[in-house]
Nanobody, 125 residues
């Protein structure tokens, strides 16, 4: 199993930026892909972005393309989500996910196996 700890959330003004971090520990070799998801009040958890540890290949939800960037630092076992031009609709709890071996990168958008506790992002107008 892996343990995931998110950090970097907070309160920002619309148009501002935040960078989220997800520190992974444990059996990370079993989880070749990592993802960011979010859940807003009254909404289902939705896919935001995914990345492959080895290749660095990425996948994004249409709602965040051009504004968010996912990246990883393999030496630190950490995945990042740089969020720019934030708007009120981005307000949500953001979760980091670890996705099982054998799963193609594009399948991450359908869910992962393990989750962190989440970090709150609130965007004010």
């Amino acid at each position: 199993q892996v343990q995931l700890v998110e950090s970097g959330g907070g309160l920002v003004q619309a148009g501002g930026s935040l960078r989220l971090s997800c520190a992974a520990s444990g059996s990370t070799f079993s989880y070749p892909n990592m993802g960011w998801f979010r859940q807003a009040p009254g909404k289902e958890r939705e896919f935001v972005a995914a990345i492959n540890w080895g290749s660095g290949s990425t996948d994004y939800a249409d709602s965040v393309k051009g504004r968010f960037t996912i990246s990883r630092d393999n030496a630190k076992n950490t995945v990042y989500l740089q969020m720019n031009r934030l708007n009120v609709e981005d307000t949500a709890v953001y979760y980091c996910g670890a996705c099982s071996a054998g799963r193609r990168l594009y399948t991450v958008r359908y869910g992962c196996d393990y989750w962190g506790q989440g970090t709150q992002v609130t965007v004010s107008s």
